[in-house]
């Protein structure tokens, strides 16, 4: 659907779902008239629908519900989504309706995949382990076994999903002298390589593999990719049944690519270790992963970073306001020229 943009401003008021730092919220405000409610959890139902009708702009991140139940019959002409993923978001509903979507790719890249690697070096290394031990006050002197862990040198490193932030994290395993095997777009065993797997071959060393002989043959697994309707639950029980004896998985994209439930299990047997960024119903953490040493739990942080997340506030500001002019930002999903 192509969407007619207007030289004349076509939005006047915006609600920013979370704080704005104060010199982009007067940016904004010079466009359209802002209103800020700052939450630490998603707002219910029918306060999304009061803002859906009352707002032409919203600027949401992650934990806003965006969906046909939300937006049908409000006055919503544009969404500004503060992440790169936008599964909270009903965007065939958005693009039906005209209504533009932007998000915020290319700025969160480096500090997600810093993230992903810090929790896989905490899982070999046993970082929290040891931390409490310490504060318990456990620790009598050297032991020779004490916290032993895994090296990462030499090891396979296996990537689901050579986005961008899968190629950051190439770049930092590459770091660590680890053998790089991926997988992306088609996961099945019949895959056909292209020109890109030639260049990440070239840049990463990095060798294309199918889904499963990637969870099969892998000491470290990385969760990079989006969750839509071909990821949802594309870790399921028989690739975590695939995987070595105390291999690590870390999942830093979203908690819906893995069945939870099958995650939970082959933690609770002690047959894997895992780093957790991301949950299925997020801020809902399974109760049987809370008193387990062999998973890290983390509270979606991938992007936060004080300078990450001034860049995503920054991105989707000015996409809102080049928008609110008639002008195409480069971030937006639905992309239209200018008529």
């Given at each position: 659907m192509r969407i007619r943009h207007s030289m004349q401003p076509i939005f006047h008021s915006a609600v920013s779902l979370g704080k704005l730092p104060g010199d982009?919220?007067?940016k904004l405000g010079q466009f359209v008239k802002v209103e800020v409610i700052d939450r630490t959890q998603p707002?219910?139902?029918?306060?999304?629908?009061?803002?859906?009708?009352?707002?032409?702009v919203i600027l949401s991140e992650p934990q806003d519900r965006l969906d046909r139940q939300t937006l049908a019959g409000g006055k919503v002409k544009m969404i500004a989504q503060r992440a790169v993923g936008f599964d909270n978001i009903d965007f065939e509903y958005c693009k039906e309706q005209g209504i533009l979507v932007a998000n915020t790719p290319g700025v969160l890249d480096k500090a997600t995949a810093d993230l992903t690697f810090s929790l896989f070096l905490a899982c070999a290394r046993r970082i929290v382990e040891a931390d409490k031990y310490v504060r318990a006050g456990l620790w009598n002197g050297f032991e020779n076994e004490l916290m032993l862990g895994h090296e990462t040198c030499g090891k396979t490193f296996g990537i689901v999903g050579m986005g961008r932030i899968g190629k950051e994290v190439a770049r930092r395993a590459q770091a660590f002298d680890m053998r790089i095997i991926?997988?992306?777009?088609?996961?099945?065993d019949s895959f056909k390589s292209d020109e890109k797997d030639l260049e990440l071959q070239e840049k990463y060393g990095a060798c294309r593999v199918s889904l499963n002989t990637l969870m099969r043959e892998s000491h470290f697994i990385s969760l990079n990719c989006p969750l839509n309707k071909d990821t949802a639950g594309l870790i399921g029980a028989e690739q975590i049944a695939l995987m070595k004896d105390q291999a690590i998985l870390v999942n830093?994209?979203?908690?819906?690519?893995?069945?939870?439930a099958a995650l939970v299990k082959a933690l609770v047997e002690k047959r894997i270790v895992a780093g957790l960024d991301v949950f299925s119903y997020e801020p809902n953490v399974p109760e049987a992963l809370i008193k387990l040493d062999n998973v890290v739990l983390a509270p979606h942080i991938?992007?936060?970073t004080a300078e990450t997340r001034l860049a995503m506030a920054r991105l989707a500001v000015d996409a809102v306001i080049m928008a609110a002019q008639g002008k195409p930002a480069a971030n937006l999903l639905n992309q239209s020229p200018i008529l």
């Open positions: 982009l919220l007067n707002l219910p139902l029918n306060k999304m629908q009061e803002l859906a009708a009352a707002f032409d991926y997988t992306r777009s088609d996961y099945s830093t994209s979203r908690g819906k690519v893995v069945d939870e991938g992007s936060a």
